[in-house]
Nanobody
Framework: QVQLVESGGGLVQAGGSLRLSCTTS?????????????MAWYRQAGGPQRSFVAR???????DYADSVKGRFTISRDNSQSTVYLQMNSLKPEDTAVYYC????????WGQGAQVTVSS
C-alpha cells in the first residue's frame, strides 16, 4: 500500500508564499519507476469537488489551472520520490485543502494539506 505524505501547508498572508511537498511514506519506488509516473496537485475548498491545480508528467511537461498560472510551479525530484508545489503571490481564494496525486494503476491520493491565505 502506497501512502503519500504532504507537508508545507499553513497560514500565510495574501501575497506570501508556501511550498508544498509530497513524498511516499517509504521508498517503495525505484527512481526510474517513480520518474515514470505522472504527478499532480488538486485542491478542495469547501465543496465536494476537487479541482485541478497543476501536473507534471514523466518527461517534465507541466500544466496548470488558469487561476494559478504564473504564480505556482510544480516540480519533482525523482531521486527522493517527491513532488513539490511552489506557491507564490498567494490570494485568499487559494485557501483550500491541497491533495497530491500519483498517477498510474492504481493511482493514489495524499491525505491533504491545509493552506489558508488571509487577506
Amino acid at each position: 500500500q502506497v501512502q503519500l505524505v504532504e507537508s508545507g501547508g499553513g497560514l500565510v498572508q495574501a501575497g506570501g508564499s508556501l511550498r508544498l511537498s509530497c513524498t511516499t511514506s517509504r521508498r517503495i519506488f525505484a527512481e526510474n519507476i517513480f520518474a515514470s509516473k505522472p504527478m499532480a496537485w488538486y485542491r478542495q475548498a469547501g465543496g465536494p469537488q476537487r479541482s485541478f491545480v497543476a501536473r507534471i508528467d514523466s518527461g517534465g511537461y507541466t500544466d496548470y489551472a488558469d487561476s494559478v498560472k504564473g504564480r505556482f510551479t510544480i516540480s519533482r525530484d525523482n531521486s527522493q520520490s517527491t513532488v513539490y508545489l511552489q506557491m507564490n503571490s498567494l490570494k485568499p481564494e487559494d485557501t483550500a485543502v491541497y491533495y497530491c496525486y500519483l498517477g498510474g494503476t492504481p493511482a493514489y491520493w495524499g491525505q491533504g494539506a491545509q493552506v489558508t491565505v488571509s487577506s
